[in-house]
């Protein structure tokens, strides 16, 4: 039985698909254009992959979340400082970015938020959309960390 693959090196795989297609694409209708293409993309999958998670640990509470956010952390691929992680938040910051070094390894910097940072409030929104998201910088922007922020939502009074 073969291992999973670890997302840092499924990332890896599909940068070095999607690079290409994106410089042909770029090419031929435009640099903005063939980003906005991608984007949305990346953003349905990111969804889409949200509500698989929430299925697949069999809810969609913030300490579920939290589960997620360990796989991205497999093999170091991010080393991160948690602020708040309980029941009604969780709070962490990522102060150093492996997924930010793949891109930079490969060349492809620039396409590094597209690929990745661009998937993080759509995840959520799969997930559970009444989690609210909020990140105000990240390493591949070249801030020196990414802040990450999840809150339960809290229901409006009646």
Same mark, same amino acid.
């Given at each position: 039985?073969?291992?999973p693959l670890?997302?840092?090196?499924q990332r890896?795989?599909?940068?070095?698909?999607?690079?290409?297609?994106?410089?042909?694409?770029?090419?031929?209708i435009g640099?903005?254009?063939?980003?906005?293409?991608? *984007?949305?993309?990346?953003?349905?999958?990111?969804?889409?992959?949200?509500?698989?998670?929430?299925?697949?640990?069999?809810?969609?509470?913030?300490?579920?979340?939290?589960?997620?956010?360990?796989?991205?952390?497999?093999?170091?691929?991010?080393?991160?400082?948690?602020?708040?992680?309980?029941?009604?938040?969780?709070?962490?910051?990522?102060?150093?970015?492996?997924?930010?070094?793949?891109?930079?390894?490969?060349?492809?910097?620039?396409? *590094?938020?597209?690929?990745?940072?661009?998937?993080?409030?759509?995840?959520?929104? *799969?997930?559970?959309?009444?989690?609210?998201?909020?990140?105000?910088?990240?390493?591949? *922007?070249?801030?020196?960390?990414?802040?990450?922020?999840?809150?339960?939502?809290?229901?409006?009074?009646?």
């Amino acid at each position: 039985m073969t291992e999973p693959l670890s997302l840092l090196r499924q990332r890896e795989i599909e940068a070095r698909v999607i690079a290409p297609l994106y410089r042909a694409f770029a090419a031929e209708i435009g640099e903005e254009r063939a980003q906005a293409i991608i *984007g949305q993309t990346i953003q349905q999958l990111a969804e889409q992959a949200g509500c698989d998670a929430a299925v697949a640990l069999g809810g969609c509470e913030l300490h579920h979340l939290r589960q997620v956010v360990d796989r991205w952390q497999e093999g170091k691929a991010l080393e991160l400082v948690v602020l708040q992680d309980d029941a009604e938040q969780l709070n962490f910051n990522v102060t150093r970015c492996q997924y930010a070094e793949l891109y930079q390894k490969l060349g492809i910097s620039e396409l *590094g938020p597209l690929l990745s940072c661009n998937r993080d409030a759509a995840m959520i929104a *799969g997930f559970n959309p009444d989690i609210d998201y909020q990140r105000t910088q990240t390493i591949m *922007g070249g801030a020196s960390h990414c802040d990450f922020r999840y809150r339960k939502r809290k229901p409006l009074p009646e």
